[in-house]
């Protein structure tokens, strides 16, 4: 059995790039080493606690601040939180970091082309949003500020699913891993 500190791993990327993907399958091997976790993904977290908040800026801002704060409380109960997020403002990420913590918070930058993205998308929001019936659609008609320093970068249009939670496992036993 590993043993780590609670912390937050937060997942950040184009919508497509594979962040609900890879927060189960990071999830799954935590468990399996016996690490309390849990995944706040953008999707379940819009649906369920934030069904009031739009896709203007100040909306998605306060839909990454309630993520955070979500993250530090179960940081504070021992629980590491996974979470699968476009935040795609970059002054949201370091909000994030703050409310989190900068010794329990990891960036994890999902590096991957629009092309890529929109090939994965079962959807079509893509095709939606260049036609213009989706307003406000990240990386289309609304901003996603790629991170300037992440804490890793995962390029999921080169790697596998598998090697992409490898890099992310190596990387968390490098930072958290207890003897």
Same mark, same amino acid.
């Given at each position: 059995m590993i043993s780590y500190p609670s912390h937050t791993l937060w997942l950040t990327g184009l919508s497509g790039a594979g962040k609900s993907t890879l927060s189960r399958r990071v999830a799954a091997h935590l468990r399996e080493h016996g690490i309390p976790v849990c995944i706040l993904d953008g999707d379940e977290l819009r649906s369920g606690v934030s069904p009031d908040l739009g896709f203007r800026r100040e909306d998605r801002s306060e839909n990454c601040r309630r993520t955070?704060?979500?993250?530090?409380?179960?940081?504070?109960?021992?629980?590491?939180?996974?979470? @699968? =997020?476009?935040?795609?403002?970059?002054?949201? /990420?370091?909000? !994030?970091? #703050?409310?989190?913590?900068?010794?329990?918070?990891?960036?994890?930058?999902?590096?991957?082309?629009?092309?890529?993205?929109s090939a994965r998308d079962p959807k079509r929001l893509y095709?939606?949003?260049?036609?213009?019936?989706?307003?406000?659609?990240?990386?289309?008609?609304?901003?996603?500020?790629?991170?300037?320093?992440?804490?890793?970068?995962?390029?999921?249009? @080169? =790697?596998?699913?598998?090697?992409?939670?490898? /890099?992310?496992? !190596?990387? #968390?036993?490098?930072?958290?891993?207890r003897a």
């Open positions: 955070a704060e979500i993250a530090k409380l179960l940081n504070s109960q021992g629980i590491t939180a996974v979470v @699968a =997020l476009i935040s795609p403002y970059a002054a949201d /990420r370091q909000r !994030a970091r #703050e409310i989190v913590g900068d010794d329990r918070f990891v960036e994890i930058y999902l590096k991957t082309d629009i092309a890529t993205c095709a939606k949003a260049t036609t213009g019936q989706t307003p406000q659609f990240t990386g289309i008609s609304d901003p996603y500020e790629v991170p300037v320093s992440p804490d890793l970068v995962i390029e999921t249009g @080169a =790697l596998t699913v598998t090697d992409s939670v490898a /890099r992310i496992i !190596a990387f #968390e036993e490098q930072r958290f891993a």
